[in-house]
């Protein structure tokens, strides 16, 4: 009984090792590590939830390991083309107190000349309409000679992708979807439909509740609040730190975790760890993956939520080392 006892503790210890061994492993990979992502980001910025200027000031500091080719602005609400170069011109003011610490930061002129106006309203019942400059451009950077995949990553609706891949179907080779649904899928649901129900090969990680452990959850303690955390270590650090908190005081920045997801962990495999969560595959075509339903994985009501909080701390101190970047002398 003992000797049996002692086996399986063993077993069990092993098991664990093993384990955390293959996570460590895959969470080597990614931007962090050096593998630069193709990357254009489709935002509803500027329309009913601040929290899209949350996250393009994040992915404005994570710039420099990013090979950035578009900003789109994409329905629903108010949100312009305005309101991304908004963002820019703080990331302008704290620009050369980057390019200190890595050289490789797009300069700014080099970003306004990606933002482009997507579509402005919804799409009609079939779920496209007309090209827009924001549906164009996807096209013309997923027909580019480059061998790498094209990360989309949808922050609102996902109405310019649709429209873009109703125009020219060939492009889905190179795409490879990251889109945060819920209540986005809902401001353009026809949208949406048209790409599940016509386009199964499509990739597309389609998150509609794994991306709330941004927030919810996790290590929330000290200074690893959602509150703390911003007045502590973004607030007065920069023009982009306090152009962040004007816009909203906690951190909330739900559309974050399409990005942590290129920046840790292997982005060819969603079912594998990331910072920005972990998926799992349907039968509903090849490349299609959305939250895991393992209850253990849920964060009260939001299954999958635990794949991406349980980074927490890894990603907010990463955060926390840059955001010293634009604060002067640190």
Same mark, same amino acid.
């Given at each position: 009984?003992?000797?049996?006892?002692?086996?399986?503790?063993?077993?069990?210890?092993?098991?664990?090792?093993l384990?955390?061994?293959?996570?460590?492993?895959?969470?080597?990979?990614?931007?962090?590590?050096?593998?630069?992502?193709?990357?254009?980001?489709?935002?509803?910025?500027?329309?009913?939830?601040?929290?899209?200027?949350?996250?393009?000031?994040?992915?404005?500091?994570?710039?420099?390991v990013?090979d950035m080719?578009?900003?789109?602005?994409?329905?629903?609400?108010?949100?312009?083309?305005?309101?991304i170069?908004?963002?820019?011109?703080?990331?302008?003011?704290?620009?050369s107190?980057?390019?200190?610490?890595?050289?490789?930061?797009?300069?700014?002129?080099?970003?306004r000349?990606?933002?482009?106006?997507?579509?402005?309203n919804?799409?009609?019942?079939?779920?496209?309409s007309?090209?827009?400059?924001?549906?164009?451009?996807?096209?013309?950077?997923?027909?580019?000679?480059?061998?790498r995949?094209l990360?989309?990553?949808?922050?609102?609706?996902?109405?310019?992708?649709?429209q873009?891949v109703?125009?020219?179907?060939?492009?889905k080779?190179?795409? =490879?979807v990251?889109?945060?649904?819920? +209540?986005? $899928?809902? @401001?353009?649901? &026809? !949208?949406?439909?048209?790409?599940y129900?016509?386009?199964?090969?499509?990739?597309?990680?389609?998150?509609?509740?794994?991306?709330?452990?941004?927030?919810?959850?996790?290590n929330?303690?000290?200074?690893?609040?959602?509150?703390?955390?911003?007045?502590q270590?973004?607030?007065?650090?920069?023009?982009?730190?306090?152009?962040?908190?004007?816009?909203?005081?906690?951190?909330?920045?739900?559309d974050?975790?399409s990005?942590?997801?290129?920046?840790?962990?292997?982005?060819?495999?969603?079912e594998?760890?990331?910072?920005?969560?972990?998926?799992?595959?349907?039968?509903?075509?090849?490349?299609?993956?959305?939250?895991?339903?393992?209850?253990?994985?849920?964060?009260?009501?939001?299954?999958?939520?635990?794949?991406?909080?349980?980074? =927490?701390?890894?990603?907010?101190?990463? +955060?926390? $080392?840059? @955001?010293?970047? &634009? !604060?002067t002398?640190?």
């Amino acid at each position: 009984m003992y000797a049996d006892h002692k086996t399986c503790t063993a077993l069990i210890v092993l098991l664990l090792a093993l384990f955390s061994e293959h996570v460590h492993a895959e969470l080597a990979k990614g931007a962090l590590a050096g593998e630069r992502p193709r990357v254009i980001v489709s935002t509803d910025i500027g329309g009913s939830d601040p929290d899209d200027f949350q996250s393009m000031v994040h992915l404005l500091i994570y710039a420099d390991v990013l090979d950035m080719e578009g900003l789109i602005s994409s329905p629903p609400g108010g949100g312009r083309v305005g309101h991304i170069h908004e963002t820019i011109a703080a990331y302008e003011r704290d620009y050369s107190q980057f390019k200190q610490h890595s050289p490789t930061y797009p300069a700014p002129g080099r970003l306004r000349g990606l933002v482009k106006q997507g579509a402005l309203n919804s799409s009609p019942i079939e779920g496209f309409s007309q090209a827009t400059e924001g549906s164009n451009w996807l096209i013309h950077c997923a027909g580019a000679d480059d061998e790498r995949p094209l990360y989309v990553l949808v922050w609102g609706s996902i109405t310019d992708v649709a429209q873009a891949v109703h125009d020219v179907p060939g492009i889905k080779k190179k795409l =490879r979807v990251y889109s945060i649904a819920s +209540w986005n $899928t809902a @401001m353009d649901q &026809a !949208a949406r439909d048209y790409l599940y129900k016509n386009h199964p090969d499509l990739w597309w990680i389609e998150a509609d509740t794994t991306f709330r452990g941004m927030y919810v959850g996790g290590n929330q303690k000290g200074d690893l609040g959602n509150s703390a955390f911003l007045k502590q270590h973004v607030s007065g650090h920069g023009a982009l730190g306090d152009f962040l908190v004007a816009k909203k005081a906690d951190i909330k920045m739900g559309d974050t975790p399409s990005l942590l997801y290129l920046l840790k962990g292997d982005p060819d495999a969603p079912e594998g760890a990331h910072w920005g969560g972990s998926f799992v595959k349907t039968d509903h075509g090849p490349n299609y993956w959305t939250d895991n339903p393992d209850p253990s994985l849920n964060e009260g009501k939001y299954p999958g939520a635990k794949t991406v909080n349980q980074w =927490r701390e890894a990603y907010l101190r990463d +955060w926390q $080392t840059r @955001m010293n970047w &634009a !604060a002067t002398g640190m």
